[in-house]
């Protein structure tokens, strides 16, 4: 698809039917199409429900705005982990969502027909007895699992970041751990101790001319430079225990700042091993949680868009009446001719009700309308917004 003129928003518009739906759908393709292909257009069937009363309609009506509302915010919640957890360009983290599991599904593979007919019985019921439960359930069950899985691994990629931070930054704060090596200490001696000191690069030279007068019972020549960044050098010292306090005092007038830092071998194998160990369990719960989200997107998905097919069907008998006969039809508007698109439709079908006033692209408020259906044309519309991410 042209990026550049293709929308990852989709219109899902009812009309009632003419003399045939076929006739309402060509009537539709022709207009839209003679302009430029105002839009990319495909017949979106939705299967015959039984109707209760009105007053059951009014209320369905309700129920299914804010149902349409909970799985949206669901899916969105799936796509922007999934982002999250791919560190991937959003792109295509974006792409990916809109392929099978998505839009593109439904168009190509007659996905959502496939998904009717499955649930036949479910939707062969009354209306007023569609177990809205039935949805809510399932996406409930996602969004419960999503807050479990997603807890899970960013406690994991939180302590690994910790110890990572730990192993990084600057030498007043980072582990020392995979620095220094044994043989850089004086260990196990009764008077002598080794000392780990940061000397900023600018006063180097001053460290070398002055490190073993900095107090009395300095080891001379026992200074090395173990390690640098950016700013600064990490050297050892070795002198007498009793001279230590001394010594730091000195050292701090040179801006020469003693690291508290004791070699400990088992500890810091210790934080190695648990470095490893985080680092593979990220790794072990990497795969199957980018499969969980992909399937379990493409289920909340699906869901969403049973809603919104409900939402149509009701809306479109609430009204154009009995009996039921209308054509669904899913758009796909190019960015750039969005306006026209609109003006086509408002052209086609503004005789279906008088009180539309003229006006296009109107925000208006209509008593006994739904309020969460802000905007409002002469046809049955829902807009499916499938840009899932919120790009940062």
């Not at 101790?193 to 460290?207: G, M, Q, R």
């Not at 225990?241 to 810091?268: G, I, P, S, T, W």
């Not at 210790?270 to 790794?283: F, H, I, V, Y």
């Not at 289920?299 to 669904?328: C, D, M, T």
Request: aromatic share 10%; with cysteine.
């Amino acid at each position: 698809q042209d990026k550049g003129t293709k929308m990852t928003e989709f219109w899902l518009i009812s009309a009632p039917g003419e003399k045939t739906c076929q006739q309402t759908w060509e009537k539709l393709h022709a207009a839209t199409t003679k302009h430029n292909n105002l839009s990319t257009n495909s017949k979106f069937n939705i299967p015959d429900l039984k109707v209760g009363t009105l007053d059951v309609l009014v209320g369905l009506s309700d129920e299914l705005a804010k149902l349409d509302a909970f799985v949206e915010s669901v899916v969105k919640k799936v796509a922007q982990y999934m982002a999250d957890v791919l560190e991937d360009s959003k792109d295509k983290v974006q792409e990916n969502l809109l392929a099978n599991g998505g839009i593109d599904g439904f168009k190509k593979d007659g996905l959502l027909e496939q998904q009717w007919q499955a649930e036949h019985e479910f939707y062969s019921s009354s209306l007023d007895t569609v177990p809205f439960l039935f949805i809510f359930k399932g996406v409930n069950q996602i969004d419960n699992d999503l807050k479990a899985r997603a807890s899970a691994y960013n406690n994991l990629k939180g302590n690994l970041q910790n110890l990572e931070r730990k192993n990084a930054g600057s030498l007043l704060t980072r582990s020392l751990a995979d620095i220094v090596k044994k043989e850089d200490f004086v260990l196990d001696s009764e008077y002598l101790v080794t000392l780990l000191v940061i000397v900023p690069k600018l006063n180097y030279n001053d460290w070398v001319k002055q490190y073993e007068t900095l107090a009395e019972m300095v080891v001379p020549r026992s200074s090395n430079v173990l390690f640098e960044d950016q700013d600064s050098y990490l050297c050892n010292v070795t002198l007498f225990r009793k001279a230590v306090d001394d010594f730091k005092h000195k050292a701090r007038e040179y801006k020469f700042l003693v690291r508290d830092f004791q070699y400990n071998e088992e500890e810091m194998k210790a934080d190695k091993e648990e470095m490893n160990r985080l680092s593979t369990d990220k790794k072990k719960q990497f795969g199957p949680l980018v499969r969980w989200l992909k399937v379990n997107f493409s289920e909340a998905f699906i869901a969403w868009i049973h809603v919104k097919a409900l939402r149509v069907f009701v809306e479109s008998v609430l009204r154009y009446g009995l009996p039921v006969n209308f054509q669904a039809m899913l758009l796909q508007p190019n960015k750039k001719t969005m306006k026209k698109l609109r003006e086509v439709l408002y052209d086609l079908y503004k005789h279906l009700d008088s009180s539309a006033a003229a006006i296009i692209d109107a925000t208006m408020d209509i008593p006994g309308l739904n309020l969460s259906q802000q905007e409002y044309y002469p046809y049955v519309y829902y807009k499916i917004d499938c840009n899932l991410l919120e790009f940062k």
